[in-house]
Every structure is written in structure tokens, then in C-alpha cells.
């Protein structure tokens, strides 16, 4: 269970991205954020597993407070939050594999890892996080050779070899095309329902959350605006999310 | 003197509002842009200035002093020592070069190595992007621009101070010299690697020294082996040198034989030198091209 207590987050420069937010969020759900850029979206995501501090509040996950977190602890409590990004973040340069692998290192005997020596049950988790994604056959080509869809898929395969128990995704197919960004968000949908990993997602594109997720939160300038089942949302809801009317921008499929 | 003063500071002003007017573009409906000033230019006439300065100091001064015709006088003398070395080239002292030479390529593959071991953890320490908000970066990068100060022939001089002379002091300068050298290249490329994948990997609970073994090592590995391969080839060149104050290795020989005159003993050390060099830039050029 994560719980937002009042938390608020000023960066250094002064913008003030969160205020005063509370919520809470059970195990298993597939909430997905939408918001305008700038908004607080990926300030929220990232406060979760301490990428950043918050300035004000607590957040609690499964009664761990959060940003007490330093140190060994919180590698421990970040070993069972996943975390996928826009822009991949694989490890180019390397074979599939090894960037699957690299969720492992954490878990194994530091002398091993420094010679990047694994063991047969690590390799056989990293094969059956690919095969969950459906890019098994890629495992022994380069990272950088995979398209964008595919490079997702991979991130998405590292995040599950490190066994979570909640997946963090922050932007997760902004920079992909309509037709991968659906097979990416299907396979959010999977893993949330037959894994029972919670999933929290960051969208800018409406009709992508109200079709995967079951709950939306709709931010506006650092506030909550809307919390709610997919199926509540009216566009009287959407106009007060984005403050305006939806544009063709907000939508990937331009015909809905 | 005032109005000299008043004078200048009217040219200077007169220079600024001149130079703003042409970084200003008016558009078709009378907007106006100007770019921002570049200091490009007024760094690169200060070097001009500067290279003017000392090419009047040190080379004119020279020309000044002795003439022109006693540098051409004195050019063709260098070229007598090349005909020396031709003409009286000793075939027979290569038998005597064997073994120096061989303890030069010990000097430099070990030299070489160590140093280059000892300069991976210290170029992480030094790297601001893997280290974070830390004092750590600064003060290695300050040490290691101490280290960087003295060349290998200072090293191998202040070694052979302490202990006396040998291959040893040659190893200990090789190792000091590659280390100084390898770090700053070696966290000058870790400052530029894409972050992305580090970051991916400390968020999933990995400290930063797993990550670096996993996210950040194979970005780097090729380079770094081209690094060392490169400091080996400087390593068997410094090695002539390194021999001056009898740090071991076909310097020695080298230094003896020039000292004594016999430019065809010293000619037979240096087609040697030059032979092994040639075999190994080809070899690491070979190298580093098949790892890039």
C-alpha cells in the first residue's frame, strides 16, 4: 500500500511541483497519472523511490516511511520497486541479456558481480523475464540495435528480473508510435493482472490510460484534480485535468 | 593623460555599440533580434597576442642575436651525425642491444598495466557524475594534477635518488606516468557517458559501485583498452629516455654509445627501438581498431 501524507516538493529553482497532495494507492492496482507536462506527473512517480526528496509530508510504503530511507535500506526497499523510464535506459553497447541481468547485480556476491560473473538461476530469471515480454529471441543482440518498442520491452524485462513488487513508469511510451505504445501498455496490463505487481504510470495520452488503467489521477499544476475509476471519467473531468479542451496532441489515436 | 583615457574608453564604447548593431537582425515587420556576444573572439585575439609576444621574444630574439646564416651554417651538422651513424653502422653490436631491449618491453608491459589498473578505481573517484554531490572529485582531480606536473624522467630521477638504479626504477616511473595520464582520460570519458542506464540501475537498489560494473563499464571497456594500448606505445618510446638516468632498459646502452661517440653502435639501438615501435603501433592500431 503506498500512501501520499500531505506531501508537497519545491525544487531548488522555486517551482513548485507538488502541493499538499495526499492519496492512496492498494496493492495490485494499475493506477495511471495524466496531466499536462509540467504538472507534477513525474515528480510524483519519482518521490515514490526516493529519486527525489520530498520537501514537505510523508509518504508510506507497506509502513516504511519513505523518506527516512537512506543508504541500505533503501537499496533493500528500492530491490522490490521497478522502475521504467521514457527514454529506455538501457545499457547500450551490451546484449540484451546482460541489461536484464544487471537487475540481478544487487542481489549477488559483490566479488561475482565486479567480474560480471552470473549464475545459472540468475540467467534462466533474466531469459524468463524476456519471455514474458515476448523478445526472448533478442536476448543475445545488442541493446542498441532494437527498435524503440522493442528497447521498452527490454527495460520492461529488467524491471521484472528484479522480482517488484511495484512497477514505477514514468512516461513509458511518449517517445513511441500509437501501434507500440498499445502493445507496451498491454503488456503493463498483463503483468499488473497475472503477476499482481502494482503498476503506477505516468501518461500524457488520455485515451492510452482510460483504456489500460482501472484508476486515474488527473493533476493540475501540483494539485489533485480528479480520482476515480476509468469508467467515471466524462470530458467535463478531462477539461478541468488538462485546464482546457483535449487537442489532437493529448490523444494518440486521432480517430476517437 | 585624461583626455587620452577619455579617448580610449570613447573607442571602446564606440566599438561595443558598433559590434551590437551587427549581431542585431531586423525582420521584415521591424522585430529585432540580436544573437549574445561571443567571447570567442576576444579569447582568440589574446592568443594571438600572446603567440605574438613570445614568437618576438624566443624566435626573433634568436635570429637577432646570431644571425641567419649561422643557423643555416649550423643545420647540415645534424645531418653529419645522421651520415656518422649511416657510414660506420656496427652490425655486430646488435647482439649487445638484445637484452636492454627486451627489459625496455618488460618495463613498459608492466609499467603499463599497473598503472593502468591502479587508474581505473582512482578515475571513478575523480568522476563527478558517478560520485554525486561530493567534495571527493575535486580534491583527486586537484592530486592528480600534481602527479601530472612531473614528466617520467623527473620520476625516474627522484626513484633513482632513493633506490639506486635498475628496471625497478624504471617500472616504478612507467607505473607513476601511466596512472597520471590514464585517470584523466579514462574520467574525462566517464563524465561524458550517457547517465540513463546508471541511474536505471541505482534505481534498482544497486549501489554506486554496482552500478558503475554494470551500467557504465561496457559504455567505457573499448575506450579504456585504446587508452592503454596508446600509454603503451608512449611508454616504449619514453623508455630511450627513461635509460638517461640509468632507469633501466636500451636507454642506458643508448646514452653510453652517444657518450662515447660511436654513432654506429648508436645506430644499430635506434633502427631496433624504432623496429618494435612500429611493430607495436601497428599492432595496437590493429587493436583498437577491431575494439571501437
Known amino acids: 500500500m503506498i500512501e501520499f501524507q500531505n ?28 496531466g499536462l507536462s509540467g504538472a507534477g506527473k513525474s515528480t510524483l512517480i519519482k518521490l515514490v523511490n526516493k529519486m527525489i526528496d520530498v520537501t514537505e509530508g510523508n509518504i508510506k510504503v507497506n509502513d516504511l516511511n519513505i523518506p527516512d530511507l537512506k543508504g541500505k535500506e533503501l537499496r533493500q526497499y528500492r530491490r522490490k520497486v521497478g522502475m521504467v523510464f521514457q527514454s529506455f535506459n538501457l545499457i547500450n553497447r551490451t546484449s540484451v541479456i546482460n541489461n536484464v541481468l544487471a ?18 538461476s540468475d540467467k534462466m530469471m533474466a531469459l524468463e523475464s524476456l519471455h514474458k515480454v515476448g523478445i526472448l529471441e533478442k536476448a543475445y543482440i545488442r541493446a542498441d540495435q532494437l527498435s524503440g518498442g522493442q528497447q521498452q520491452r527490454v527495460a520492461l524485462a529488467r524491471t521484472l528480473a528484479q522480482n517488484p513488487t511495484l512497477i514505477l513508469a514514468d512516461e513509458p511510451v511518449a ?29 500524457h495520452h488520455v485515451d492510452l490510460a ?31 485535468i488538462y485546464g482546457r479542451e483535449l487537442t489532437d496532441e493529448d490523444i494518440m489515436f486521432k480517430d476517437k | 593623460m585624461k583626455t587620452l583615457c577619455s579617448k580610449i574608453s570613447n573607442f571602446i564604447k564606440d566599438l561595443i555599440k558598433r559590434n551590437q548593431r551587427y549581431r542585431t537582425s531586423e525582420l521584415s515587420d521591424g522585430t529585432n533580434i540580436t544573437r549574445p556576444f561571443s567571447y570567442a573572439i576576444v579569447i582568440f585575439s589574446l592568443v594571438l597576442i600572446v603567440f605574438i609576444y613570445f614568437w618576438n621574444m624566443i624566435i626573433t630574439d634568436f635570429f637577432n642575436r646570431f644571425g641567419f646564416s649561422f643557423f643555416v ?20 653490436y646488435f647482439s649487445n642491444v638484445v637484452s636492454p631491449l627486451v627489459d625496455t618491453i618488460q618495463i613498459s608491459i608492466i609499467g603499463t598495466l599497473v598503472g593502468s589498473l591502479l587508474a581505473l578505481p582512482v578515475a571513478i573517484l575523480a568522476s563527478q557524475n558517478i560520485m554525486g554531490k561530493s567534495y571527493i572529485p575535486g580534491i583527486t582531480k586537484f592530486f592528480l594534477s600534481i602527479i601530472r606536473t612531473f614528466p617520467t624522467l623527473v620520476y625516474a630521477l627522484i626513484f633513482s635518488f632513493i633506490f639506486g638504479y635498475g628496471t625497478f626504477i624504471g617500472v616504478l616511473a612507467t607505473v607513476i606516468f601511466t596512472f597520471s595520464i590514464v585517470t584523466k582520460m579514462l574520467y574525462e570519458i566517464i563524465e561524458a557517458i550517457d547517465m540513463g542506464a546508471f541511474i536505471a540501475i541505482e534505481a534498482t537498489g544497486a549501489t554506486k559501485l554496482q552500478a558503475f560494473r554494470a551500467a557504465v563499464m561496457p559504455q567505457i571497456i573499448g575506450r579504456y583498452y585504446s587508452i592503454i594500448l596508446y600509454n603503451f606505445e608512449i611508454n616504449l618510446r619514453a623508455s630511450a629516455i627513461l635509460g638517461f638516468v640509468n632507469a633501466g632498459g636500451i636507454g642506458i646502452i643508448m646514452n653510453d654509445q652517444m657518450a662515447l661517440q660511436k654513432y654506429g653502435n648508436v645506430a644499430v639501438i635506434v633502427l631496433a627501438l624504432l623496429i618494435v615501435v612500429i611493430i ?13
Request: aromatic share 8%; net charge neutral; proline share 4%.
Open chain 2, 73 to 92: 651554417s649550423r643545420v647540415p651538422n645534424f645531418f653529419t651525425i645522421i651520415q656518422k651513424m649511416v657510414v660506420q653502422v656496427n652490425w655486430s
Open chain 1, 175 to 203: 517517445s513511441l508510435d500509437p501501434i507500440t505504445a498499445n502493445q507496451i501498455m498491454s503488456d503493463f496490463e498483463r503483468i499488473n493482472q497475472t503477476e499482481k505487481i502494482t503498476i503506477l504510470v505516468n501518461m
Open chain 1, 210 to 240: 482510460l483504456k489500460y488503467a482501472s484508476r486515474v489521477i488527473g493533476i493540475n499544476k501540483g494539485e489533485i484534480v480528479y480520482d476515480g475509476g476509468t469508467d467515471d471519467v466524462t470530458e467535463d473531468i478531462l477539461k478541468t
Open chain 1, 103 to 120: 537487475a540481478r547485480v544487487p542481489d549477488m556476491n559483490p566479488f561475482l558481480s565486479l567480474f560480471g560473473i552470473f549464475t545459472k
Open chain 1, 7 to 34: 506531501v508537497s516538493k519545491t525544487y531548488p529553482n522555486g517551482v513548485e511541483a507538488l502541493k499538499n497532495i495526499s492519496l492512496t494507492i492498494e496493492p495490485g492496482e494499475f493506477v495511471a497519472i495524466i
Open chain 2, 280 to 292: 607495436v603501433q601497428n599492432l595496437s592500431q590493429y587493436l583498437r581498431r577491431r575494439l571501437s
